[in-house]
């Protein structure tokens, strides 16, 4: 192990550690796993018996905070809000709301343009752009409003709107050029409140229109701001004013009026009729109020057209009502309905992944099938002449109106709706993503997502099919792939009524080279489907939960930007002739090689080999690659029960990938915590160390002769070296007796730190108020264990990745952001990069004129080559723009250097 030269070099141990003889500790490093003497002998404290070291105060934290100023980036990504989209007028730029943010994006390119940031803890809830002033955004919150003008992303004015909306639409006043935002409110006593608030720069009062006890959540106004429509559901609620006058907020009275639908609306829309203008003829509706045609869409899949509402919905002459035009093909509810600019059509759209157009005079219909995901919202553009689809892959895609193509999609990061949200503790490991940064390209994420984002499963998260890459540099999206085999539609409902489901995504790893990916889908069929095989009743659950497993070699292609299956293993760990689960795969650093570790125990390495054909040459270029099992371990006698199936375990390579750690559960408490230190080359068991941790391991990573390891509550790392195990302070929220916490662990070697990010529940004050439910992070120091950072995660972390080039801890959270943690001392100095990038720097334009610039080797920790660089060079050096640190590092630095010269 390359651990013992390290041991020697390090004269700094030497001192610190008790005196022990050099060939006792040799012995021990040698001795055979399985003697019982030598187990009694290994001097290193378990977690229970060492103290905390870094048992840190408040002020101890605030201290390292000062000292390493690590600090969050601005969040990428994140999950857009089902609102209305707004485009500007000449339909040059689109406008898309995230949950703490407005994004411009540019139709030609589909390109994000500008960014506007929210503050702190306030949610989006709508936007609206000036129609007097195009440049002019006004982006509404729960609880404020803000003028922005977008072009030059600068925020204008900020005033509050006295109670939490969770609604708003914004009309323009006739006769007054102004505007005004209709909010629904929620009152300290929980009753709904319609407030006009005019949008001006001096503070002028606000106007209550409506006060109900309904729980009214939607709202549209029209005509000038003079007819309000609000609905809870089963209840339609209609407010008509014949004059509106905001100056003088007394005059205002609103004649409200209430009808009841026949099933419950789940959407609706509002458009101001011009038959009656049309034909000469004044309107027979409410004195004072134009013709308002409205269309409902319910959850039993109908839609009801009502022409002229004063007179079919809320006329008081019940004789003279009208029935209203029922529409009726989604099979579920229907999600958006919406008119279109002449009122000729209407489009709807619901879980069926498909638009329908509906033509009123004729009855036809038009379809428009086939699309990514449920259709969430369609908003038609100002002009008429482009439809705006929001999925429910959050992913928004602007379509003309004439050819029903697209001609502009923006995508997010697509993860499962689902994730953390569930409460069983059980599943929360399942709701992890499975995430890995590119290791040649640290901007690209690579992350399993659902292949099609069912709105009506709410239980679980949608199993992960795809991968998609996303640049989490730019914020954009890159490709989009499968990885298991997915439906033809988004129809998972079979024949029988019993549900289609596709493979799930349990594990995914990349070599060092970027050029191999292994990936490893599970998938089980539907109990209904295999009842035939099951015999006796004992056997009956065993045959109906055994899944289909495959472990999958992947090979990158740079003529088609894709990755290409090379190998599929059927089956690579099995029990009792069935597959057996696939608990853990990692990659070999340094190396061509992957390792699993299965639920029978048993540990197999995978390498490539190439492979022949009778008769056929095949240029070495071009060879063809197949992936076989070079060698197994069977571990079924390491553990204490030997009959049992292994259900929980987790593994990671040393940095020189000499040695595997491989972490075992045990059901004694005597030997709980196993670890297990194999010889790569031999494939042997070379060292059996106990007592590492406590309960069941879900992560293991190696950082120089450290390893952490996290386990259910407690977070605890061993040195391999001393052999001594020091445990990672943690708060008593987060402890072993608490199910639902399994840390996150991610390592990082230019930093030499290491991160947590933990589920924790805070104690309530009383006994009557549950316990909250909180996300932290933190960052400990390896050397010492003292928390350097530590800050409260605003959603659930489902993935914690470490960028070893810039020294960042990347966290992937149930919101579907990405955010960096980086220290500005590590950022400052030179960024280690990839062979690669390097290599491709280095061509361009100097080789043409066969003046290369001079070839200087990559900063390695510790040498002192990197230090030398001196001005500006220094600063930037050849570092590619992806891995720069932030502008104001950046500017830092290179003040620094220019006051030293």
């Known amino acids: 192990m390359s651990a013992r030269h390290q041991k020697r070099s390090r004269a700094s141990d030497a001192a610190d550690k008790p005196s022990q003889p050099i060939e006792e500790r040799k012995r021990r490093r040698t001795s055979d796993v399985n003697n019982s003497q030598s187990q009694k002998k290994t001097k290193g404290p378990s977690p229970a018996q060492e103290a905390p070291v870094g048992d840190a105060s408040s002020l101890a934290v605030e201290k390292h905070k000062s000292s390493a100023p690590w600090s969050f980036s601005r969040p990428v990504g994140g999950r857009y809000r089902n609102v209305n989209t707004v485009m500007t007028l000449d339909e040059a730029h689109l406008f898309i709301g995230l949950d703490t943010a407005v ?89 709904r409140q319609i407030s006009i608030n005019a949008l001006t720069d001096k503070k002028s009062p606000s106007i209550v229109a409506l006060t109900t006890e309904e729980q009214i959540n939607n709202i549209q106004v029209i005509c000038g701001g003079r007819v309000i429509i609000a609905c809870d559901g089963p209840h339609i609620f209609m407010g008509t004013t014949t004059t509106l006058d905001l100056e003088n907020p007394e005059s205002v009275q609103y004649n409200w009026r209430e009808a009841t639908l026949p099933s419950s609306a789940t959407c609706f829309h509002l458009r101001q009729s011009l038959s009656a203008k049309s034909k000469g003829t004044e309107s027979k509706s409410a004195k004072g109020s134009e013709a308002v045609d409205l269309v409902v869409g319910e959850a039993t899949g109908s839609i009801l057209v009502y022409q002229d509402v004063f007179n079919t919905l809320f006329g008081r002459n019940a004789e003279k009502k009208s029935s209203p035009q029922r529409l009726h093909w989604h099979r579920g509810s229907v999600n958006t309905v919406k008119w279109s600019r002449d009122g000729n059509y209407i489009l709807s759209g619901g879980n069926e992944s498909v638009i329908v157009l509906w033509q009123l005079d004729s009855g036809r219909k038009q379809f428009l099938p086939h699309l990514s995901s449920p259709i969430l919202n369609i908003t038609v553009s100002p002009q008429g002449t482009s439809y705006v689809v929001h999925l429910a892959d959050n992913s928004v895609m602007v379509l003309s109106a004439r050819e029903l193509l697209p001609t502009a999609t923006v995508t997010g990061l697509q993860l499962s709706s689902e994730g953390g949200n569930t409460k069983d503790s059980a599943s929360k490991k399942s709701l992890n993503a499975v995430a890995a940064l590119h290791p040649q390209h640290p901007e690209q994420l690579l992350v399993a997502v659902p292949a099609s984002h069912q709105t009506t499963q709410k239980a679980q998260r949608s199993n992960a099919a795809m991968l998609q890459t996303f640049d989490i540099r730019s914020n954009s999206h ?424």
């Open 103 to 191: 994004q411009v994006f540019a139709t030609s390119t589909s390109r994000l343009v500008r960014t506007l940031q929210m503050e702190a803890g306030q949610n989006v809830i709508g936007y609206k752009i000036c129609p007097v002033d195009q440049e002019i955004l006004y982006i509404f919150t729960s609880n404020f409003v803000t003028k922005w003008h977008w072009d030059s992303g600068k925020r204008l004015a900020k005033w509050g709107t006295g109670s939490r909306a969770v609604a708003v639409d914004v009309p323009q006043v006739e006769n007054q050029n102004q505007l005004a935002a209709y909010s629904i409110g929620i009152q300290k006593d929980g009753k």
């Open 478 to 901: 890159i490709s989009r792939q499968a990885l298991a085999r997915t439906n033809a539609t988004t129809l998972n409902v079979g024949p029988e009524g019993s549900t289609i489901a596709t493979p799930d995504i349990r594990n995914m790893d990349i070599l060092h080279d970027g050029k191999w990916m292994a990936t490893v889908d599970s998938w089980t069929p539907h109990p209904r489907d295999v009842e035939a095989l099951a015999g006796a009743a004992s056997r009956r659950e065993n045959v109906l939960s055994r899944p289909e497993i495959f472990l999958k070699f992947w090979k990158w292609s740079a003529s088609t930007s894709m990755w290409e299956l090379v190998s599929r293993i059927d089956g690579p760990h099995f029990n009792d002739n069935h597959h057996a689960e696939v608990l853990s795969l990692v990659a070999r650093p340094q190396s061509h090689e992957f390792a699993t570790l299965g639920a029978d125990s048993v540990l197999r390495f995978w390498c490539p080999t190439a492979r022949h054909r009778s008769g056929l040459k095949t240029d070495s270029e071009k060879q063809l690659d197949t992936w076989k099992c070079r060698n197994t371990v069977d571990l079924t006698g390491r553990l204490s029960d030997a009959g049992a199936s292994l259900k929980q375990a987790c593994m990671s390579f040393s940095e020189d990938g000499s040695v595997l750690a491989v972490c075992l559960p045990s059901e004694s408490g005597a030997n709980d915590g196993l670890v297990l230190l194999i010889d790569v080359n031999n494939c042997t068991v070379h060292y059996r160390r106990t007592g590492v941790f406590l309960g069941t391991p879900y992560s293991a990573k190696f950082l120089g002769r450290h390893l952490v390891v996290a386990s259910a509550g407690s977070v605890a790392v061993w040195d391999t070296v001393d052999d001594v195990v020091k445990p990672a302070q943690l708060p008593e929220s987060s402890n072993a007796a608490n199910a639902a916490s399994q840390p996150l662990v991610a390592v990082n070697p230019r930093t030499q730190t290491f991160a947590i990010a933990s589920h924790e529940l805070e104690n309530s004050s009383t006994q009557k108020k549950r316990r909250q439910s909180r996300f932290q992070i933190r960052i400990y120091d390896i050397s010492s264990l003292d928390i350097v950072f530590q800050e409260t995660l605003g959603s659930c972390p489902l993935a914690l990745l470490a960028d070893v080039y810039s020294g960042d801890y990347i966290i992937v959270d149930a919101g579907s952001s990405v955010q960096r943690v980086g220290c500005l001392d590590k950022a400052s100095q030179k960024t280690v990069q990839p062979i690669e990038v390097t290599s491709q720097l280095t061509s361009g334009l100097a080789t043409i004129f066969s003046q290369g610039p001079e070839r200087t080797p990559l900063a390695i920790e510790g040498d002192g080559s990197a230090s030398q660089n001196k001005g500006l060079a220094s600063v930037f050096g050849d570092t590619p723009s992806f891995s720069l640190p932030s502008l104001g590092v950046l500017f830092r630095n290179v003040v620094q250097t220019l006051g030293s010269s």
